[in-house]
């Protein structure tokens, strides 16, 4: 007997589940689905209180653009947090929707959310950004160092939220991030995002050059963000401390490689000799020119092509004076649009600060050519190119065929 009076209440209480279950779920699909059907008043009546009903009607008053109303979405919140105390998702959105009319309501709930979520990331950002917006950095601190280690994403959007006084001096936010490879460069790149390089090289220098590995993961990523954002001086500066010295003699020449005697994109794609890999032209390695070391490169041509072949990307001093000179030969050469070595600033622009005579036509011997060009003002960054510029003749193909030679490659530094 006692044992079917166990199974009876078993079942009694498994019936009395459900149906709450099914109203409250029945409540769930009336406030998903049928949001505008019924006032949200009568909704709540489908059922007796519940914190899952208060909860979504207070969700649904505090972000429903039709009908938002804070006030009421703190009402009905206050009973969810009533009814289920423990949960801290209710909390959370008490904060939010007393954020309006209740500002002093707000820490007291968002810390209540916190002790009971401590390791959640939302509990923690939460409480970070409202110390930040109060310009509370000290009460801010653990809460932020704890949504960095969780979510190193949220650097920008934290750093952004601290006062001025911070953001004016990296060095006072470097301590709020934990010393971890995937915060440190979240780090690292707002950094270069806003404009502070020198700040950014610092953070490099400290925590990543030290570490062999650590260059090898992230010195390619951080030399292209500082590429990208036009920092090439800098970027520079990291790509010769963690790339292969191949710095062509003598040692003056500001070109990488410029004697070939390493192979081209030896350097990977940021600086260095780059290719751009074109059917019609096929660059390889030679014998050198005369009274030159190392090699030659040498492209042919096979049908139509235009635009840069083999580029690298330098810094240079604004308004300075530098002289380039090279050695070229060519053999069978036919093309209305000769190739020409340019240099270009960097952004690229539609006008060369230098241009070399053309490349000769037909067949001709080894001929050095050389350059004097001055840098313009603000530009500190400058591709040299080896390609074709130029308009083809009207009604003509634009064809370009042979094989032509270049060796000897200098950029130097006038004083």
Same mark, same amino acid.
């Given at each position: 007997m006692w044992r079917w009076g166990i199974a009876s209440g078993l079942l009694a209480f498994a019936i009395w589940f459900g149906l709450r279950s099914i109203q409250a779920g029945q409540v769930g699909l009336v406030l998903r689905y049928q949001p505008r059907i019924a006032p949200l008043e009568k909704v709540s009546g489908l059922a007796s209180p519940n914190p899952?009903?208060?909860?979504?009607?207070?969700? +649904? #008053?505090? #972000? &429903?653009?039709e009908s938002s109303n804070p006030s009421?979405?703190? $009402? #009905?919140? $206050?009973?969810? $947090?009533?009814?289920?105390?423990? &949960?801290f998702r209710w909390w959370r959105l008490r904060a939010k929707a007393a954020s309006f009319d209740h500002p002093d309501e707000v820490e007291k709930n968002l810390l209540n959310a916190h002790r009971l979520a401590p390791s959640f990331f939302q509990t923690n950002w939460d409480l970070a950004a409202y110390y930040l917006q109060q310009d509370k950095v000290v009460q801010a601190t653990p809460f932020l160092k704890q949504s960095f280690a969780q979510n190193p994403s949220i650097v920008p959007l934290a750093f952004s939220l601290l006062p001025e006084s911070f953001q004016a001096d990296p060095g006072l936010i470097q301590p709020l991030v934990p010393q971890r490879d995937d915060t440190q460069w979240a780090f690292v790149t707002y950094l270069v995002e806003n404009g502070k390089p020198q700040?950014? %090289?610092?953070? /490099?220098?400290?925590?990543?050059s030290p570490y062999p590995a650590k260059v090898e993961i992230f010195s390619g990523p951080? !030399? =292209? =963000?500082?590429i990208e954002t036009h920092f090439v001086s800098e970027a520079w500066e990291i790509w010769k401390q963690s790339a292969p010295q191949t710095q062509a003699s003598p040692t003056n020449n500001l070109l990488d490689n410029g004697d070939f005697a390493? @192979?081209?994109g030896n350097n990977g794609?940021?600086?260095g000799w780059q290719v751009t890999e074109i059917k019609t032209v096929t660059a390889a390695l030679d014998a050198p020119p005369p009274k030159c070391s190392g090699k030659s490169l040498v492209l042919e041509f096979d049908g139509e092509s235009r635009g840069s072949y083999v580029w690298q990307l330098l810094p240079v001093k604004p308004l300075g004076r530098y002289r380039f000179s090279f050695w070229s030969r060519t053999e069978q050469m036919a093309t209305g649009v000769p190739v020409r070595c340019v240099a270009q600033t960097y952004p690229l622009s539609d006008q060369n600060v230098m241009e070399s005579s053309p490349s000769a036509s037909g067949t001709a011997p080894w001929t050095r050519t050389e350059t004097v060009f001055q840098v313009p003002d603000r530009i500190s960054a400058l591709t040299i190119s080896i390609g074709r510029y130029g308009t083809c003749p @009207? &009604?003509?193909?634009?064809? !370009?065929?042979? +094989? %032509? /030679?270049f060796g000897g490659f200098e950029l130097q530094e006038l004083q």
């Open positions: 899952l009903v208060m909860g979504e009607l207070g969700h +649904r #008053y505090l #972000y &429903d653009l009421q979405a703190f $009402t #009905y919140l $206050t009973q969810a $947090t009533q009814l289920a105390p423990c &949960d700040s950014a %090289l610092a953070v /490099w220098h400290s925590f990543f951080f !030399i =292209k =963000k500082l390493q @192979p081209l794609p940021n600086f @009207p &009604d003509q193909p634009c064809s !370009i065929f042979g +094989r %032509l /030679w």
